[in-house]
């Protein structure tokens, strides 16, 4: 068991884009079945279109930002609940003068992030 403070926790940049910054909640190493990471997206900042090996499981905690999954294009916001399968591209772009932040929860497998030519 472990509990820690949001604030406490260091955050590190994403390699992929300038503006997102990654905390990671609960690693690998901590919980055996899931690790809980949170993302923020500084205003403007985008991830470009990506895909990873495992499904995510997010929570928007504030701001808004276009969201694609696959062939949809989403604009969601505080309170939605996003589900993106395994192997299916996706792409973040932060909408607003706010930053948008929200939990991401992915289960403990091997992953990699490919980054998908348009």
Known sequence: MSVKRFEDIAST??????GITRKMLI?????????MRA??????????????????????LRGRAQVIIGDQTLEVSEGA????????????????NQAF?????????PDETILVQK
């Open 81 to 96: 609940v996003v589900f993106i399968p395994a192997n299916v591209p996706h792409s973040y772009t932060s909408l607003g």
């Open 39 to 60: 993302f923020r997206i500084e205003p403007g900042a985008s991830m470009p279109l990506h895909v990873n090996q495992v499904e995510h499981e997010q929570y928007v």
């Open 13 to 18: 940049p994403v390699a992929a884009s300038e």
């Open 27 to 35: 690693s690998p190493e901590e919980g055996p079945h899931f690790a």
């Open 101 to 109: 932040e929200f939990l991401c929860l992915v289960p403990n497998l």
